[in-house]
């Protein structure tokens, strides 16, 4: 086998007379104000990071999804030639997709919408059909709409198609694994180690589109493995292959390297270079679409979408990983520091905690009235609720810790549903619903409710190839989330009450492993926990 070792990309990037990288389009916000809205950036209350978040490239032009301003916008060339403000049709765009010039987004609440030529037409939902609340990927072609999620063997992809008397669409089979095109699918599977949730191995099963294995790669690294995913072959007929390292440490924290690699029929890595220019609201930034790999890069006002010759990059022999190289790690560190002793604490199973966190979710249904959305100074109602009605869901309230049974009583009343103003205010009086350490503090049986500045007295810090089910990733002053599985693709499953994609409740959600590293998470597990 052959792994990837010595000097910098960056480096050898600079120094090669041929590129493996070709601009499809280059964007400077320092000179154009359209392009500065296409690649603006900012952060919510939480400190969700918004901007360019997905990007296709279809027949000589580049579409770009961003979040901070809910738009679309459409690139030939340099040249901005289209935006597409989703507010304009009532839509929270969450993923993109593009076939015969006609736009396609998935809504945050799983809904698909086609725009053609200024007119949006909303094709049908896959709610009914997910798990989880957002997906890992979204695709149109001539035949399916494809929408995959995360499961904890390799993720799903759901295939529909579009009923030609109601143009909605219709689930006409699952294949399990993520989709490369239409032909080829994958699951990834990570060789753990230890009782933990990743180890220094992983074993990609490639699939047709019936679901049967024609092909597995075995990866290794000198680091743990946080997920891989299969992008194809290349011209000379190697794998493609995006794998995720992690070095971990004992203080809770994470780095994480993403890399491009090929890899031969003798799972030798034959080339290898690094993504850089991490990009926050972006958990994608190297697909492969139309047989073609891309990678979205962004720095300094300036963004570059590039397609990669993988036959090109560097050689595996000659590419060094900036990781540390087996960091000493212990899978658990006692926190001191104004700690709580885990006897003064209640005692909850891992898998009560789970049904806890299930319990606010889709689950929990309620009736909301007018009163209940009568206007209340520093009040803000979450952006689902639209009106009276019966909704689901727990819905997001800065500072709130109501249990089911709390929320439904004051809905019965006049207490207020929710609450997404700025936390300057504080817990507005006659708010209910769950923040995000409200809920984690519910989830884990606390009688009280504790901040993510706080909430570390009741836990452990622990390394992230040492999280398991129930435990939790914070970011001290901002948000915290529920851990419950990794895909081994790169991304882990988390549940939390947030205002992630406009959710503002509880929700079922996957983010990067890499994002949520560089974002400063640290993890932690509750000392009342019982295995």
């Given at each position: 086998m052959s792994l990837c070792v010595s000097a910098s990309a960056t480096e050898l990037r600079g120094a090669s007379t041929t590129s493996p990288y070709k601009p499809v389009v280059t964007l400077s916000s320092s000179s154009v104000s359209e392009v500065k809205n296409a690649l603006r950036t900012t952060k919510d209350i939480q400190g969700n990071s918004l901007g360019p978040s997905d990007f296709v490239v279809s027949n000589n032009s580049v579409y770009l999804l961003n979040t901070a301003n809910n738009a679309v916008y459409k690139y030939q060339g340099n040249e901005q030639t289209a935006a597409i403000s989703l507010d304009d049709y009532d839509i929270v765009g969450t993923a993109l997709s593009v076939r015969n010039n006609d736009v396609y987004v998935l809504d945050n609440n799983l809904s698909v919408s086609r725009i053609s030529n200024g007119h949006e037409q909303a094709i049908g939902s896959v709610q009914n059909d997910m798990y989880f609340d957002n997906a890992i990927d979204f695709s149109v072609t001539s035949k399916y709409v494809y929408v995959s999620e995360p499961t904890s063997d390799g993720g799903k992809t759901l295939c529909y198609l579009t009923d030609p008397s109601s143009g909605k669409l219709v689930l006409d089979r699952t294949v399990n694994g993520y989709m490369v095109d239409e032909n080829t699918f994958y699951r990834s599977k990570?060789?753990?180690?230890?009782?933990?949730?990743?180890?220094?191995?992983?074993?990609?099963?490639?699939?047709?589109?019936?679901?049967?294995?024609?092909?597995?790669?075995?990866?290794?690294?000198?680091?743990?493995?946080?997920?891989?995913?299969?992008?194809?072959?290349?011209?000379?007929?190697?794998?493609?292959?995006?794998?995720?390292?992690?070095?971990?440490?004992?203080?809770?924290?994470?780095?994480?390297?993403?890399?491009?690699?090929?890899?031969?029929?003798?799972?030798?890595?034959?080339?290898?270079?690094?993504?850089?220019?991490?990009?926050?609201?972006?958990?994608?930034?190297?697909?492969?679409?139309?047989?073609?790999?891309?990678?979205?890069?962004?720095?300094?006002?300036?963004?570059?979408?590039?397609?990669?010759?993988?036959?090109?990059?560097?050689?595996?022999?000659?590419?060094?990983?900036?990781?540390?190289?087996?960091?000493?790690?212990?899978?658990?560190?006692?926190?001191?520091?104004?700690?709580?002793?885990?006897?003064?604490?209640?005692?909850?199973?891992?898998?009560?905690?789970?049904?806890d966190a299930k319990a606010y979710h889709s689950s929990f249904t309620w009736s909301c009235s007018n009163k209940n959305l009568a206007a209340l100074t520093n009040w803000k109602k979450p952006r689902y609720i639209k009106g009276a009605g019966t909704y689901s869901y727990m819905p997001y309230c800065w500072g709130g810790f109501s249990t089911t049974a709390q929320y439904k009583t004051a809905m019965n009343n006049s207490g207020r549903v929710g609450n997404i103003n700025t936390p300057k205010s504080g817990h507005v009086a006659n708010t209910y619903g769950l923040d995000c350490s409200g809920y984690v503090s519910r989830c884990w049986l606390q009688p009280t409710k504790y901040g993510t500045a706080t909430i570390g007295t009741i836990c452990n810090k622990i390394s992230y190839n040492a999280l398991r089910t129930a435990d939790a990733l914070n970011k001290s002053g901002s948000h915290i989330v529920l851990f419950d599985y990794s895909d081994a693709a790169g991304n882990y499953t988390l549940y939390e009450a947030t205002t992630l994609n406009q959710y503002d409740r509880v929700a079922h959600t996957s983010r990067s492993v890499k994002n949520l590293s560089s974002g400063g998470y640290v993890a932690l597990s509750y000392k009342g926990i019982t295995n």
């Open positions: 990570l060789i753990t180690e230890n009782g933990e949730n990743a180890g220094h191995s992983c074993v990609i099963s490639i699939l047709d589109a019936e679901g049967n294995t024609i092909d597995t790669i075995t990866l290794h690294s000198d680091n743990y493995i946080a997920g891989a995913q299969y992008l194809g072959k290349n011209q000379d007929g190697l794998h493609i292959v995006k794998q995720f390292d992690m070095s971990c440490y004992s203080d809770g924290t994470c780095d994480v390297e993403e890399t491009i690699r090929t890899v031969n029929t003798d799972n030798d890595v034959v080339t290898c270079d690094a993504v850089e220019n991490n990009v926050p609201s972006m958990d994608n930034q190297v697909t492969v679409q139309d047989g073609k790999v891309y990678q979205f890069s962004s720095s300094n006002a300036r963004a570059v979408i590039n397609e990669v010759n993988t036959e090109k990059m560097t050689p595996a022999a000659q590419f060094s990983s900036k990781l540390k190289q087996n960091p000493p790690v212990l899978s658990t560190v006692t926190n001191t520091t104004g700690s709580i002793e885990a006897k003064a604490l209640p005692s909850i199973s891992r898998s009560s905690v789970m049904r």
